[in-house]
């Protein structure tokens, strides 16, 4: 299995502008999490899917920030408008279960910066 | 939530075992204990969890203290790759999502 895969890897966008990220699980996979991570707050759960069905967003820090999940291979995480204070790396991770001793796969992130 | 207390860093020789301690003071009954790492420029990766028992897998190992109050991971022989940042989370009962605190920075000394 590829694992999960992120893109861009990269992105570099200027404040104002509308930034998607994108995720696919590893297949069969139940839970999607996406997480950020800054020097500052560390690492932080934003929102995560079971079955394609957001279940908790309480760590989504505004109303700018949306994430989707239209099948079980597919997610996007977008940001409109960005601002600097966005910048950060965004982390998806996948699960089999969901449960207390499922194992976290995470994606190699994808670093962000609004200029 | 239970929170876990880490060293900021430690650090280790190459070939020697490390021992990385976690305390839990205020973990529950049936909270599982996770150990995950992040390589430089990498996400995070999972090491080993227990219970109550002490747990080893290819990784690691995970010494689980009496009362649980406590645990430290052990890397038997430190390699350079061993280098990270060690994350000791507890998983609540009911939650699906991971509290990653600050950490514990690993350093290997060749």
């Known amino acids: 299995d590829a694992g999960v895969i992120q893109s861009p890897r990269h992105e570099v966008t200027e404040m104002g502008q509308e930034v998607t990220l994108r995720c696919k699980p590893i297949?069969?996979?139940?839970?999607l999490f996406w997480y950020r991570q800054t020097m500052m707050r560390g690492l932080e759960l934003l929102i995560y899917?079971?079955?394609?069905?957001?279940?908790?967003d309480s760590g989504m820090p505004e109303d700018r920030f949306s994430a989707k999940m239209p099948n079980a291979s597919f997610s996007t995480l977008k940001i409109q408008p960005s601002e600097p204070r966005d910048s950060a790396v965004y982390f998806c991770?996948?699960?089999?279960?969901?449960?207390?001793?499922?194992?976290?796969?995470f994606g190699p992130g994808t670093r962000l910066t609004v200029l | 939530d239970a929170k876990t207390t880490q060293p900021n860093s430690m650090e280790s020789n190459e070939e020697e075992p490390v021992h990385l301690p976690c305390n839990h003071s205020?973990?529950?009954?049936?909270?599982?204990i996770h150990w995950y790492r992040q390589l430089p420029s990498q996400g995070p990766e999972y090491v080993i969890h227990?219970?109550?028992s002490n747990v080893n897998n290819r990784m690691a190992s995970l010494a689980i203290a009496e009362d649980r109050k406590s645990s430290t991971l052990i890397l038997h022989r430190a390699t350079l790759r061993d280098a990270a940042v060690y994350y000791c989370?507890?998983?609540?009962?009911?939650?699906?999502?991971?509290?990653f605190g600050t950490g514990t920075r690993l350093t290997v000394i060749p």
């Open positions: 991770a996948s699960s089999l279960a969901g449960g207390l001793t499922d194992t976290q796969y």
């Open positions: 297949s069969g996979h139940d839970y």
């Open positions: 899917f079971n079955n394609n069905v957001p279940i908790d």
């Open positions: 205020t973990i529950s009954g049936t909270d599982y």
């Open positions: 227990g219970l109550t």
């Open positions: 989370i507890l998983t609540k009962t009911g939650a699906n999502n991971l509290f």
